[in-house]
C-alpha cells in the first residue's frame, strides 16, 4: 500500500516535471551546456526495483509488446494530450513580442510570446517541409506517439505579429509565409546514442532488437524505457520516411564508423527520461518525394525491429483494417490546425504512400508475431 501511494506520488512529480518543460524560462539558460544532465536513472520517476516484485516483471509480452508495466511507466514522459491542447489555444491566442536567432539554423527564430512562453519559429526551405511538420505532429497523434512536440501554424506578419515587424524584414522569410511553431522546451540534452541493437541499421549480421536478441533481462528500468521509445521512434521515422534522424546517420557509417557513439540527430533527452523528435520537416512530404534514396536504409532499420508499444501496433492494425491512414490524418489536420486548409494536405500519390507503408508495417508486425510471438 505504502509502496503504491509512493508510486503516485513520484508519477505526479514526473507529469509536474513534464508541465513545466513547457514553461516560460530563459533558453539560454536551459540549453543544457552549463548544468550536465543528471544520470537518467536517478531523474527517471521510477521506483527502484523492489526484489519481490521482479520476477513478474518481464519486459515484453507474448513476444512482441511492450509489457503494460513499461507503457505505465512511461506515460509522464510524453507531451499529454491535455497540454497540447492548452498550448495550442494559448499559442494562437498569443501575440509575437520578439524574434531573435535561435532553434538552429539561420533562418529559424526564437519568440517569446505575450503570455511570457516561448517557441521555436521555422519557415522551412519551402512550404513542404512547414507541411512536413505539422502533418508528423498529427501522424504522431493519430498513432499515439507523444514523443513529438506539438506544432502549430501561423502566418508570418498577421495582425498578431506587428510588434516584431522590423524583425520579420530582417528575417527575409518570403512575404506573408506559414511558419511553423512548436514550444520551447526546456533543459533538452543532445547526444542521445542509439541502442546497440540499432546502430548498424539492421544491415549485416546484426543482431536488431527483439525478445530473444536484445538482452532484455538485464537492463534497468530506465534503459528499457528508453528502448521502448526508439521502437516508436523506428515506427514513426519509417511511417513518415524521415532521414534526417537515425537514417542520416547510418549513411555517415560508411566514412564515420563512430558516428552512432556521437548521437542522433533532431533527437533530444528531456531530464524526466522522455526522448523529443524535434524537427520534423522531412517527414511525409519531402521524405517520400525522395523514398526512392533513404528506404534501402529505412526499410532494413524497420525490419530489425520486431518489438512494439501494444498502443502503436493497435493502431497500425486498425489504419491498415480500415485503409483509411490518410483520410483521419486529413480529418484530425483540418480539426485542429486552423491554416490546415490554406497549406495543405499530401497530394493524392503521397496519401497513397502514407497507406502502403502502414501495411507493410502492419505485415512486418505479423512476420515478428510469427518469428518471435507466444
Ligand atoms: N522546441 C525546441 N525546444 C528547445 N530547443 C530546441 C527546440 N527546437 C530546436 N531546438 C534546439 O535547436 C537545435 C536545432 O533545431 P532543429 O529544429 O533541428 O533546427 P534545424 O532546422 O537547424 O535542423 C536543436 O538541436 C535544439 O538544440
Ligand atoms: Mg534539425
Given amino acids: 500500500m505504502g509502496q503504491a501511494a509512493g508510486f503516485?506520488?513520484?508519477l505526479c512529480g514526473c507529469l509536474l516535471l513534464a508541465w513545466t518543460g513547457l514553461q516560460p524560462g530563459s533558453p539560454r539558460e536551459d540549453q543544457g551546456s552549463r548544468v550536465p544532465?543528471?544520470?537518467?536513472?536517478?531523474?527517471l520517476a521510477v521506483p527502484e526495483p523492489d526484489p519481490e516484485e521482479e520476477e513478474e516483471e518481464a519486459a515484453v509480452q507474448d513476444g512482441i509488446f511492450w509489457s503494460p508495466w513499461l507503457e505505465r511507466l512511461l506515460l509522464p514522459s510524453g507531451f499529454p494530450e491535455a497540454e497540447v491542447r492548452a498550448w495550442e489555444a494559448a499559442v494562437r491566442a498569443a501575440r509575437v513580442l520578439s524574434l531573435e536567432r535561435?532553434?538552429?539554423?539561420?533562418?529559424?527564430r526564437l519568440a517569446v510570446l505575450s503570455d511570457g512562453?516561448?517557441?521555436?519559429?521555422?519557415?522551412?526551405?519551402?512550404p513542404e517541409q512547414i507541411q512536413g511538420e505539422a502533418l508528423s505532429f498529427y501522424l504522431a497523434r493519430l498513432l499515439g506517439i507523444t514523443n513529438v512536440p506539438p506544432v502549430a501554424l501561423a502566418?508570418?506578419?498577421s495582425p498578431q505579429w506587428a510588434p516584431v515587424q522590423d524583425e520579420l524584414r530582417?528575417?527575409?522569410w518570403p512575404a506573408g509565409a506559414i511558419v511553423s511553431l512548436t514550444p520551447w522546451i526546456h533543459n533538452l540534452t543532445g547526444g542521445v546514442v542509439p541502442p546497440a541493437a540499432l546502430r548498424s541499421g539492421g544491415g549485416g549480421d546484426a543482431g536488431g532488437l527483439h525478445s530473444r536478441g536484445a538482452g532484455l533481462q538485464n537492463r534497468s528500468r530506465a534503459e528499457l524505457l528508453e528502448l521502448v521509445q526508439w521502437t516508436d521512434l523506428i515506427v514513426f521515422d519509417y511511417l513518415t520516411a524521415n532521414f534526417d534522424r537515425l537514417v542520416s546517420n547510418l549513411v555517415s557509417l560508411q566514412w564515420d564508423r563512430r558516428v552512432m557513439e556521437r548521437g542522433t540527430s533532431n533527437l533530444h533527452r528531456r531530464p524526466g527520461g522522455g526522448?523529443?523528435?524535434?524537427?520534423?520537416?522531412a517527414g511525409l512530404v519531402h521524405?517520400?518525394?525522395l523514398r526512392s534514396t533513404w528506404d534501402r536504409y529505412n526499410e532494413p532499420l524497420l525490419r530489425s525491429v520486431c518489438l512494439f508499444r501494444h498502443p502503436t501496433a493497435a493502431a497500425i492494425a486498425e489504419l491498415h483494417r480500415r485503409r483509411d491512414a490518410p483520410q483521419r490524418l486529413r480529418t484530425l489536420y483540418m480539426q485542429r490546425e486552423p491554416l490546415a486548409g490554406e497549406l495543405g494536405f499530401l497530394a493524392p500519390e503521397h496519401a497513397r504512400h502514407l497507406q502502403s507503408r502502414i501495411d507493410l508495417l502492419h505485415g512486418h508486425i505479423a512476420h515478428c508475431r510469427a518469428k518471435y510471438g507466444r
Avoid at 544532465?37 to 531523474?43: C, D, G, I, S
Avoid at 532553434?103 to 529559424?108: E, W
Avoid at 512562453?117 to 519551402?126: E, K, Q, T, Y
Fill in 275 to 281: 526522448l523529443v523528435l524535434l524537427d520534423n520537416e
Fill in 170 to 172: 530582417r528575417a527575409q
Fill in 117 to 126: 512562453s516561448r517557441a521555436c519559429v521555422r519557415v522551412g526551405i519551402n
Fill in 37 to 43: 544532465p543528471k544520470p537518467f536513472r536517478t531523474l
Fill in 287 to 289: 521524405g517520400y518525394r
Fill in 102 to 108: 535561435g532553434c538552429g539554423r539561420s533562418s529559424n
Fill in 155 to 157: 502566418r508570418a506578419g
Fill in 8 to 10: 503516485w506520488i513520484l
